[in-house]
């Protein structure tokens, strides 16, 4: 296979959780270089990566073809806009970008420079998530009246020395869990008519927003979206109500815990979740009352990927496009409008 060779911009949390974990056993890529601006720990778990300063090391070497920009969320425009310019193929974190415009501009970049560039939206690749579209598109719960996706943490302080606390346009819980739920909403309903939202920052001292409740208005199905950080006891992370029936779900997709742990995709059993964790249906098919517990199905990381290497090599269509991510840039800065005006935003 003709490796892809890949520089990684950071080697933070999402740089040693999720991305070179994923990319050092892909058979389609080389981890060839990583930027470690204050510490020296690559070499404790990628001996065969080099380790860089500075970001320009990894655009001006010639022999990489993708740029992972896994920087602090803020910065995300400036990095991917440095390396489509330098030629290189482009997976941005999310949040995408922090405005439209600047989405656009990076859109119209690769556009220009004929580079792939792509979101990194893994969680379409929860094995909840991909559970609840099965059932979705088996009508199951006959026609859905009601989707609630909630993602619920309890951190009652403040965590010092991290950007992720720091009062800086782009930087809290709606562009950063935001983002992956607002793309997941839309991957299964499309473009909402209209965005309500209240976000708010509810402990104490927070300089950041720490909670939100998003309403994503369609003609025909009603979306709710929330987050805090004050949440001690378990509530369903998915609760979905048709006219048929009903399917709760609680607990999160166990892949970055399994990577946290050293695990990565190519291992036996990658994804799966034990039977204590799976979902209820209660329902009715074909005239039969049904109630018991649906096997998640296993989650896979590593299949968007497959699909990034797919896209350069082989031109392949895109699972997650940039034009995607930017209708969820979009959807998140009419959700802190709605929120400052109290009133729904229409989506023009």
Known sequence: MNKIRV?????????????????????????????????????????????????????????????V?????????????????????????????RTVAQGEELIN???????????????????????IKKILENEYLGRLVEFESYYMRYRNFIQPDTWKESAVHGIGVAYNMGSHMVDQAVALFGIPEAVWAD????????EIDDYYHIRLIYPDVKVTLKASLLVREEVPRYTLHGAK?????????????????????????????PESRWGILNTEINGVHIRGKVETCAGNYA????????????????????????????????????????????IG
């Open 245 to 273: 029936g009903s399917f709760l779900k609680y607990g999160l997709d166990p892949q970055e815990e399994m990577l946290k742990k050293g695990g990565y995709p190519t291992m036996p059993g990658w994804g799966k979740e």
């Open 7 to 67: 520089g990684l911009a950071s080697f933070g949390m999402s740089g040693k959780v999720f991305h070179a974990p994923i990319l050092s056993h892909h058979q389609g890529f080389e981890l060839a270089k990583v930027l470690e601006r204050s510490k020296s720990e690559l070499k404790d778990f990628y001996p065969e990566s080099v380790s860089v300063k500075t970001f320009n090391e990894l655009i001006d070497d010639n022999s990489i073809e993708l740029i």
């Open 199 to 206: 976000i708010d920052k509810m402990r104490s001292g927070s």
């Open 303 to 346: 299949a968007y990927y497959d699909n990034i290497y797919a896209a350069i090599r082989k031109r392949a269509e895109l699972e997650v496009t940039a034009e995607q991510a930017l209708i969820v840039i979009h959807l998140i800065n009419s959700a802190f409008e709605s929120s400052r005006s109290g009133m729904n935003v229409e």
């Open 69 to 97: 920009v896994n920087t602090p969320d803020n910065t995300h425009f400036e990095y991917a806009q440095k390396a489509l310019k330098a030629g290189k193929h482009v997976v941005v974190e999310k949040p995408f970008t």
């Open 109 to 131: 970049l690769a556009d220009k420079h004929g580079k792939v560039l792509s979101v990194f939206q893994n969680r379409r690749w929860d094995g909840d998530f991909l559970t």
